[in-house]
Nanobody, 117 residues
C-alpha cells in the first residue's frame, strides 16, 4: 500500500485548502483512513478519520466544524477539506491507512500546510 499526499501550501487565515491522499489500488472497505498532523515541537495528533465502510467519521476537537474527511472509493482517494484555517493549523499533515484485518498501518510522506498572513 502506497499513500501519496498532495494539496498542501501557504494559505491566509480564514482560507481553505483541500488535501488529497491517493492510495495505490486497494480495497477501501478493509482500511480505516486517517489524517494526522504534526507541528514543530509537538506530538503527532489525530485530525480526522473515516471508517472502512465510510459510514462514520471522527474529528479532533480543534478541527470540529471546520474540517471534513470525504473519500472517493472509485479514485482510491481520501481528502481533508479544511475551512476557516487558523495559524495553529500549521503543521505537516500525514495520511494513514490501517488494515482492519491485520492492524498494519501505512503512512504517506506528509504535506506541509502553513497558515499565515
Amino acid at each position: 500500500v502506497q499513500l501519496v499526499e498532495s494539496g498542501g501550501g501557504l494559505v491566509q487565515p480564514g482560507g481553505s485548502l483541500r488535501l488529497s491522499c491517493a492510495a495505490s489500488e486497494f480495497t477501501f472497505s478493509t482500511y480505516i483512513m486517517r489524517w494526522f498532523r504534526q507541528a514543530p515541537g509537538k506530538e503527532r495528533e489525530l485530525v480526522a478519520q473515516i471508517t472502512n465502510n465510510g459510514r462514520n467519521t471522527e474529528y479532533g476537537d480543534s478541527v470540529k466544524g471546520r474540517f471534513t474527511i470525504p473519500r472517493d472509493s472509485t479514485r482510491y482517494t481520501v481528502y481533508l477539506q479544511m475551512n476557516s484555517l487558523k495559524p495553529e493549523d500549521t503543521a505537516v499533515y500525514y495520511c494513514s491507512a490501517m488494515s482492519i484485518e491485520s492492524g498494519t498501518t501505512y503512512w504517506g510522506q506528509g504535506t506541509q500546510v502553513t497558515v499565515s498572513s
